[in-house]
Every structure is written in C-alpha cells, then in structure tokens.
C-alpha cells in the first residue's frame, strides 16, 4: 500500500480522557454499516487508517481494549467514545474519524458492508459502496 | 452490541434526526443519529454494563462492557432519544432532519435531499441541502 508521510494527526475522546496522535496510512476515509459498528456508535461508523507501531494512546484507567471475535474495539470508559478497531495480525489499527482534532486533507471514499445497512438513511451520491469490504469490489450505489 | 444493556420503549415518532455536533461526532466516531421515545415507558431489560456521562446539562448512555453509546437526556425533558443504531428492528424509521451541520466533520457530504439545520431542529433548515461546508 502507498504510505505518505506527514499525516500525523491527533485526537480523542468527548471528555478528553484519552486522547491520541496517530500517523496516518492514507487521507482515505471508510464508513463501515455493519451490525457490531452501527450497535456500538449509533449510527453508522466512519474510520481513518494508521500505523499501529506509531500509535501512541494517552489514556490511563479510562482507555480500553474489549475482544469481539477477531477484532478489538478500544473505547473511553470515562464517556463511552468509540475510538479505536483492529483486526487481530494486523499492523494498522482504525481510528474514528469523529474523534479527530482537525479532520481537514481527509475524505470519505468508501461505503462497507452496505449489505447489513438499515432503511433510515441514504448514502450520499460519488462514494464507492460495497456489500461488505473492498476485496469484493464495489457496487452500484442503491437507488 | 454486547448485549449487557437492553431496552423496551415507546416511540414517540417514526421521524428520527441525525446530530454533527462535536459531541455527537467524537462519542459516536461519526455522527450519531437517533429516535425520541416516551421516558415513562422506557424499561431497561438488561442494564449491567449501563453507565451515564454527564455532559453541561445533559446525559449520554453507554455501555460499559463494549463502549456503545446508546442514550441521549437533556436535564428537564421526560423523553430518551435512543441510538438508532441499538435498534433491533428499525424498519419503520426515517431520518428526516440533519441537527448541527456548522460541525460537520470536513470529511464527509451529505445526502442532496438531506434537510440541514445549522444548529437545533427549532430553527428554520440551512437553504441549501447537500452544499458542501468547504464551498464559497
């Protein structure tokens, strides 16, 4: 994968608890419909891409990490933000793009797991969807 | 998501509404969207791993075990707005108003037919739906 260099941004949770400075993989943006991350932010979830050796996490007792099957979700305990993703054996980690201090440079390109999204909203038009991640190629937006 | 928080509750509309304040945008790790359901009729069937944040005057649920944000109070108000995320079923719902798009994060577009209100629903809606924060 093509990395640039200089995408360090920083962020972190609603009550500041723990907060992050990440570098970032690519100025891409991914909003994932799946049941687990529609369950856990409300909606539906958006994620940046960084390298998870770089990721420094500031936090104490109120950051943590919780497994659900391969993957771990880290959130504040102090305010219940949704922050954090990662697959296990994988070096990157996803970070919430709503978490971001200045999420200027960055936009959204990809819609996943189109296939668990519900009917109450649609998806905006010239964003590539996919029924469930971009190894399936895309594909055509809903009408 | 865990399933350490349950609830039952009556809907007051089928008209759900999506929040971009800061707020909404940093717990959720988007925007956040929900419902508004009656309070007194509001019953939690499982609630071990419910903690509240307090917030200025309001109050945001979540769940302790798995960090879902679930509820939204304000100080005052009888009714809950609930995540439509945590929804089991949410087949009858339309979202039909964008709250606080002045906090939109810069990454995204909305829907063209989004209705958008610069800050509160109470106000009339931005005139134009879809226009990109950035454009001048």
Redesign the interface.
């Known amino acids: 994968m093509h990395r640039e260099n200089g995408l360090v941004k920083t962020g ?4 500041g608890a723990v907060r992050y400075r990440a570098e970032l993989t690519t100025r891409e ?1 991914l ?1 994932c419909h799946c049941e ?12 940046i891409h960084a390298r998870g050796d770089l990721l420094e996490i500031d936090g104490g007792d109120a950051f ?1 990490w ?1 497994r ?1 099957k391969q993957t771990e ?11 954090l993703w990662r697959a296990d054996g994988s070096p990157d980690v996803s970070i ?5 201090d ?7 390109t990809a819609h996943i797991f189109l296939s668990e999204k ?9 964003v590539e969807c996919f029924s469930r991640d971009r190894g399936e190629g895309p594909i055509a937006p809903e009408a | 998501m865990c399933g350490a928080v349950r609830y039952r509750a009556e809907l007051l509309t089928v008209e759900a509404t999506a929040c971009h304040c800061e707020q909404c945008r940093r717990q959720s790790g988007h925007f956040w969207a929900s419902i508004d359901a009656r309070g007194d009729q509001f019953v939690l069937t499982a609630q071990d791993g419910l903690r509240w944040f307090r917030f200025k005057t309001t109050s945001r649920g979540f769940c302790d075990r798995c960090g879902s944000f679930l509820f939204w109070r304000a100080d005052g108000w009888d009714d809950i707005s609930l995540a439509l995320g945590s929804l089991d079923d949410a087949a009858d719902i339309v979202l039909t108003k964008h709250l606080y798009v002045m906090e939109r994060g810069a990454y995204y577009q909305l829907p063209k037919e989004a209705v958008q209100h610069a800050r509160g629903g109470d106000e009339p809606p931005v005139e134009k739906p879809g226009a990109s924060k950035d454009a001048s």
């Open positions: 972190g949770c609603m009550c943006v909003a687990q991350c529609r369950r856990q932010s409300g909606n539906f979830w958006a994620a943590v919780r659900f979700r880290g959130f504040c305990r102090k305010c219940g933000s949704f922050i919430a793009a709503g978490s971001l200045d999420a200027s440079g960055l936009t959204l519900p009917s109450y909203y649609k998806i905006e038009p010239g």
